[in-house]
């Protein structure tokens, strides 16, 4: 029986011996075999270099070159409502009618009255030829004369300022009075503004004052307008700076044919200067934004991999400038013609091995416009 046992215990020791040698010789083939991670798939780019023009960036609002609150000057009752809201109204044109007939018929008794008053006037002269009457009173008679036709002049400019007419071409607002309605001294009628050009009104830190002048030309941008820019220039720079903000109010006119820009609008404001800065750009997508530092993974070619010839990744540190569109610009850490990894860029390492395959690349604009989808 024990030897039986004994038996037994050695063949479970030589099975055991076995199986471990059998490993240990397996693990050191692997470890002798070089091992390797499958390339990963990313997308390129390589740095350009671009001359782009020189920009200053601004925030402002638009304003209606001319913009007038149409109201009455004398009170009276609505008899003629002459215009649609948002029409489009010249200059002269009637508007609004009050009533008129208590002024004609006070225009017609002074007309008489002055008419009167002529009359004796000629009566008077002959009389004065003869010596009949006084100087004096001839003069209070010619007098009389000059205060009838003055009294009807007067009543005529009433009955012309209840003719309610456009000061100038622009579009009209909504109606603000309705048939009938009794108005008084400065009751608004409708508004008036001409939006065609139009002023982008903006400021800017006081520092830009030296590359900014009339005549500059101005692109303004609106949520309102996505796909349209607006091209003018600037008019006019404030003398003053304002002592709290230390901004400089600038104002520029822009065209505004189809009326896109309305008063009150706010817009985004680029002023071009003439001048063009060369840059070195990548697209925005590359960068990997970090506390520590922004970089980008740069592809450079390894002839000595363990598959030979391959890409692998290096991590470079770079220092940003200014961004436009889809793309930044990078003032250092790069040069001309490296190949950074465009996306996926957060799951990458140093020194992996990448295939470069651009089939799903972003498409980088300077002037993205995404669709609505």
Excluded at 202 to 223: A, K, Y
């Amino acid at each position: 029986m024990i030897k039986k046992l004994i038996i037994t215990s050695i063949g479970i020791i030589v099975i055991i011996g076995a199986l471990v040698g059998t490993k240990m010789l397996q693990f050191r083939a692997m470890a002798a075999t070089p091992q390797t991670m499958p390339a990963e798939t990313v997308t390129a780019a390589p740095a350009k270099e671009e001359d782009w023009p020189n920009l200053v960036l601004a925030t402002g609002s638009i304003a209606a070159v001319q913009g007038v609150t149409i109201g009455v000057e004398v009170p009276g009752k609505t008899v003629k409502i002459a215009f649609e809201a948002g029409a489009i109204a010249k200059t002269g044109d009637l508007l609004v009618q009050l009533d008129t007939s208590t002024e004609e018929a006070q225009l017609r008794a002074a007309e008489a009255s002055a008419e009167l008053a002529k009359a004796n006037v000629d009566r008077s002269r002959d009389l004065a030829g003869k010596s009949t009457i006084s100087r004096a009173e001839l003069d209070a008679a010619e007098a009389q004369v000059k205060q009838m036709i003055a009294q009807a002049d007067g009543i005529r400019a009433v009955i012309a300022k209840k003719s309610i007419r456009a000061p100038f071409d622009g579009r009209l607002g909504l109606r603000l009075v309705n048939l009938g309605q009794i108005l008084k001294d400065g009751d608004p009628i409708a508004t008036l503004q001409t939006l065609d050009p139009v002023y982008a009104n903006f400021s800017l830190p006081q520092q830009r004052l030296s590359v900014i002048e009339p005549g500059g030309m101005v692109r303004v941008t609106t949520d309102a307008a996505p796909d349209k820019s607006f091209e003018g220039k600037i008019n006019a720079v404030s003398p003053e700076v304002d002592p709290v903000t230390r901004n400089i109010r600038v104002q520029a006119t822009v065209s505004n044919a189809d009326e896109k820009l309305r008063a009150g609008m706010f817009a985004n404001v680029e002023i071009v200067l003439p001048s063009k800065e060369k840059v070195l750009v990548i697209p925005a997508t590359a960068v990997m934004y970090a506390p520590y530092g922004d970089s980008v993974f740069v592809i450079e070619e390894k002839k000595d991999g363990p598959n030979g010839a391959e890409k692998v990744l290096r991590q470079q540190f770079i220092r940003l400038g200014g961004a436009r569109g889809d793309f930044v610009t990078v003032t250092s850490g790069l040069k001309p013609g490296d190949s950074v990894v465009t996306s996926g860029v957060f799951k990458l390492r140093p020194g992996m091995a990448v295939v470069i395959d651009n089939k799903l690349a972003p498409d980088a604009k300077l002037a993205p416009k995404p669709e609505n989808t």
